[in-house]
């Protein structure tokens, strides 16, 4: 069975730091690229971070680059988001999703195999 299990959010100050995590199961790990989505309430879902799980290549929203990073632990099959600077406008549900390698040339909704349950995070001012 295949699982994306999210954890990690929670409200913070602008300004402030969170970790999220999503521990994968049920799949092959290294054949995947794994990542995040965001939606904030009435707007679009859009892609935020993601990494080859084999090689460790990280692509990042222009929107979030300088404050999030992406990394791995590939024998935890733990993916996780740093995100630091936190403004008002990172608020949403925050999605863990995979896809196959071989679709991550761009980081859109259709291309995703899994998609993990959400984690709420919460910017206030």
């Known amino acids: 069975q295949v699982q994306l299990v999210e954890s990690g959010g929670g409200s913070v100050q602008a300004g402030g730091s969170l970790r999220l995590s999503c521990a994968a199961s049920g799949f092959t790990y290294g054949s995947y690229c794994l990542g995040w989505f965001r939606q904030a309430p009435g707007k679009e879902r859009e892609g935020v971070a993601r990494?080859?799980?084999?090689?460790?290549?990280?692509y990042y929203a222009d929107s979030v680059k300088g404050r999030f990073a992406i990394s791995q632990e590939k024998g935890k099959n733990t993916m996780y988001l740093q995100m630091d600077s936190l403004k008002l406008e990172d608020t949403g549900m925050y999605y863990c999703a995979a896809a196959p390698s071989g679709r991550c040339w761009a980081w859109r909704e259709s291309l995703v195999t899994f998609w993990g349950q959400g984690t709420q995070v919460t910017v206030s001012s």
């Open positions: 990494i080859f799980t084999d090689a460790g290549t990280t």
